[in-house]
Structure formats: C-alpha cells, structure tokens
C-alpha cells in the first residue's frame, strides 16, 4: 500500500465499518437472547413433560 492508496482506504473503512460495527453487535445482543430462549424452551419441555407424567 502506499500513501497514494490511503484515501481510498479511508474512505471504505468510513463507508462500511459502522454498519459492520453494527451487525456485529447485534449479533452479539442475539446470541444472548438465543441463549435465553433455550433455557426457556427447556424448562418449558420439562414442565409439558412431568405433566403428562403425572396425568397418566
């Protein structure tokens, strides 16, 4: 790379790194709440599964 090429770097690091910045935190924020979301699908699973358990 040399100096002549620095604009240009600047510039797609402007045009492209705040959406990337973006997706990767909400990424982040909905690996949280896929996490979440399977404990409760579990629990919820069990909870189904010992009540039928019981009314047989």
């Known amino acids: 790379m040399t100096p002549a090429d620095a604009?240009?770097?600047?510039s797609i690091i402007g045009n492209f790194g705040f959406?990337?910045?973006?997706?990767?935190?909400?990424?982040?924020r909905f690996e949280k709440k896929l996490g979440e979301l399977e404990k409760v699908i579990t629990n919820l699973s069990e909870a189904?599964?010992?009540l039928t358990i019981k009314h047989k």
Do not use: C, G, S
């Open 7 to 10: 604009p240009i770097w600047v």
């Open 19 to 28: 959406p990337i910045a973006i997706t990767i935190y909400l990424f982040v």
């Open 48 to 50: 189904i599964k010992n």
